[in-house]
């Protein structure tokens, strides 16, 4: 491998399957498409594209490679200045900074860990929690509010909804909007168990 290309560093905040399917796309890239990972970063650098899912798109579109790889690929060939996987401390600084977002993230986190085996991740649009996978996830919005993203059907609660356009996991099959960190009362502390219990 090129002194200027290295893989990223290992994610944090994944379980271990996660970890390990994680450590599978690395290792099948040169098998799979018969190009070295250094090989497939000078592709990804010819990309004319500048934004992230563009240049996804682009490879996809001229090379087949897909969603995966694509990602994989473009972390090397295009490294965040901050806030990778690995940097989950301050791409969680970086997000949380409205106070009354935080709480909500707080009271999430505190009842989302009550629950065995949990490992909570931090992404760059959202906090994600999972046992074998991730069962929730927690973004912040606009005005002190936050969206939480639950591995259960929208029909489980009357307040949830379909997502769309989410960028978690697509296991996260209906959401909720927090409107404060009290919102996390005992009603959704059982949606957290039952998304978990999927997991």
Same mark, same amino acid.
């Given at each position: 491998?090129?002194?200027?290309?290295?893989?990223?560093?290992?994610?944090?905040?994944?379980?271990?399957?996660?970890?390990?399917?994680?450590?599978?796309?690395?290792?099948?890239?040169?098998?799979?498409?018969?190009?070295?990972?250094?090989?497939?970063?000078?592709?990804?650098?010819?990309?004319?594209?500048?934004?992230?899912?563009? =240049?996804?798109?682009?490879?996809?579109?001229?090379?087949? /490679?897909?969603?995966?790889? +694509?990602?994989?690929? %473009?972390? #090397? *060939?295009?490294?965040?200045?901050?806030?990778?996987?690995?940097?989950?401390?301050?791409?969680?600084?970086?997000?949380?900074?409205?106070?009354?977002?935080?709480?909500?993230?707080?009271?999430?986190?505190?009842?989302?860990?009550?629950?065995?085996?949990?490992?909570?991740?931090?992404?760059?649009?959202?906090?994600?929690?999972? =046992?074998?996978?991730?069962?929730?996830?927690?973004?912040? /919005?606009?005005?002190?509010? +936050?969206?939480?993203? %639950?591995? #259960? *059907?929208?029909?489980?609660?009357?307040?949830?909804?379909?997502?769309?356009?989410?960028?978690?996991?697509?296991?996260?099959?209906?959401?909720?909007?927090?409107?404060?960190?009290?919102?996390?009362?005992?009603?959704?502390?059982?949606?957290?168990?039952?998304?978990?219990?999927?997991?």
């Amino acid at each position: 491998m090129a002194a200027d290309t290295k893989p990223p560093a290992p994610p944090s905040g994944l379980s271990p399957r996660q970890q390990k399917w994680f450590a599978s796309v690395q290792a099948s890239l040169e098998r799979d498409t018969g190009r070295t990972l250094d090989e497939w970063v000078a592709i990804a650098r010819t990309c004319p594209e500048t934004k992230h899912r563009a =240049r996804a798109a682009w490879l996809k579109a001229n090379y087949g /490679l897909l969603q995966n790889r +694509a990602m994989h690929v %473009l972390s #090397v *060939a295009f490294p965040p200045e901050t806030g990778g996987w690995a940097e989950g401390d301050t791409l969680r600084d970086a997000l949380w900074t409205d106070p009354a977002s935080r709480a909500i993230l707080e009271a999430v986190q505190a009842a989302a860990t009550a629950l065995p085996d949990v490992v909570m991740g931090q992404r760059k649009q959202f906090t994600a929690f999972s =046992r074998e996978f991730q069962f929730v996830s927690v973004k912040p /919005l606009k005005g002190g509010k +936050a969206s939480l993203g %639950l591995a #259960v *059907a929208p029909d489980a609660d009357p307040r949830l909804e379909v997502p769309k356009n989410e960028a978690w996991s697509e296991r996260l099959k209906s959401k909720m909007l927090l409107e404060n960190a009290g919102a996390v009362d005992a009603s959704v502390k059982a949606l957290l168990k039952a998304a978990w219990e999927r997991s």
